[in-house]
């Protein structure tokens, strides 16, 4: 499985982004796809993430601003970012989880500085 992000970039705060990130190789039935961020010097988290079904859920520093979409025909996941802060600023990676299995793109850098 390979995920190919892209969409990453420097913003204003209160400006918006859109992240995209689609998939290819043996994608399975069933999984999930999302986003984790990294800021420098800070542990990986959960952004936001969406089983192939739907049902969406997000981090609580980003409900309300972020949203997480899918297009299951291309086996691609979007994030939309709107009204960011600076501490929204990290490196972005897009995951997909299936049959106990974890794979990640390469990551895309967010900036969000004045």
């Known amino acids: 499985v390979q995920l190919q992000a892209s969409g990453g970039g420097l913003v204003q705060p209160g400006g918006s982004l859109r992240l995209s990130c689609e998939a290819s190789g043996s994608i399975y039935s069933g999984n999930v796809m999302g986003w984790h961020r990294q800021a420098p010097g800070e542990q990986r988290e959960l952004v936001g993430r969406m089983f192939r079904s739907g049902n969406p859920n997000y981090a609580d520093s980003v409900k309300g601003r972020f949203t997480i979409s899918r297009d299951n025909a291309k086996n691609a996941v979007y994030l939309q970012m709107n009204s960011l802060k600076p501490e929204d600023t990290a490196v972005y990676y897009c995951?997909?989880?299936?049959?106990?299995?974890?794979?990640w793109g390469q990551g895309t850098q967010v900036t969000v500085s004045s």
């Open positions: 995951w997909l989880g299936q049959r106990g299995s974890d794979f």
